[in-house]
């Protein structure tokens, strides 16, 4: 089955920049989402189809995907981004949706 | 505005069935595939199973397939999990979600609160 692998936490000071990756086999050739989660919510979409993001989501995030590594970018870290980000895919060659491990982002 | 209300969820023994139901509004409930997601105390997200507009295609992880069966009523617009021979490690927060697009694949762009299932004995 398809594996998508996050590093288990990112450290980040307020106003620098925080890159979360998403690692998988060939996951350039997928369309890759990606969510938030605080603590006791639920998700929310933050990223879609690599690097589109839904209205109300600051232009501060960003996505990109190419090779075997897919990345959300936060720009200009604030203390509100703190949360659990989930990368999400769809394996084609089993017909189920793949979410990551999940990383959880500290801001210092 | 879409919202989602999940509903259903409790204790159950091992070995015990359970039916959720996940309640839409804001939108034409019958043109949008929709999943099933879970996620286990502490756990992160696992994906459960998705069914598509019409409820013709489904799709099951391999933890449950053969034991849940997902299914919706578009006049109604709700969607449904049916649980059963349910174990420990199904215990989790379980979260229905939208997909946004016109394909089954796309992304998920709205989520309900959630319903806790808990089995044990």
């Known amino acids: 089955s398809y594996v998508l692998t996050q590093p288990p936490s990112v450290s980040v000071a307020p106003g620098k920049t925080a890159r979360i990756t998403c690692g998988g086999n060939n996951i350039g050739s997928k369309s890759v989402h990606w969510y938030r989660q605080t603590a006791g919510r639920a998700p929310v979409l933050v990223m879609f189809?690599?690097?589109d993001r839904p209205s109300g989501i600051p232009e501060r995030f960003s996505g990109s995907n190419s090779g075997n590594t897919a990345t959300l970018t936060i720009s200009r870290v604030e203390a509100g981004d703190e949360a659990d980000y989930y990368c999400q895919v769809w394996d084609s060659s089993s017909d189920h949706r793949v979410f990551g491990t999940g990383t959880k982002v500290t801001v210092l | 505005e879409v919202q989602l209300l999940e509903s259903g969820g409790g204790l159950v023994q091992p070995g015990g069935s359970l039916r959720l139901s996940c309640a839409a509004s804001?939108?034409?409930?019958?043109?949008?595939?929709m999943n099933w997601v879970r996620q286990a105390p502490g756990k992160g997200l696992e994906w459960v199973s998705g069914l598509s507009g019409s409820g013709g295609t489904t799709y099951y992880a391999d933890s449950v397939k053969g034991r849940f069966t997902i299914s919706r009523d578009n006049s109604k617009k709700t969607m449904y999990l049916q649980m059963n021979s349910l174990r420990v490690e199904d215990t989790a927060v379980y979260y229905c979600?939208?997909?946004?697009?016109?394909?089954?694949?796309?992304?998920?762009?709205?989520w309900g609160q959630g319903t806790l299932v808990t089995v044990s004995s």
């Open positions: 189809y690599d690097g």
């Open positions: 804001g939108f034409t409930f019958s043109s949008y595939a």
């Open positions: 979600a939208k997909v946004g697009g016109n394909s089954g694949y796309d992304h998920l762009d709205y």
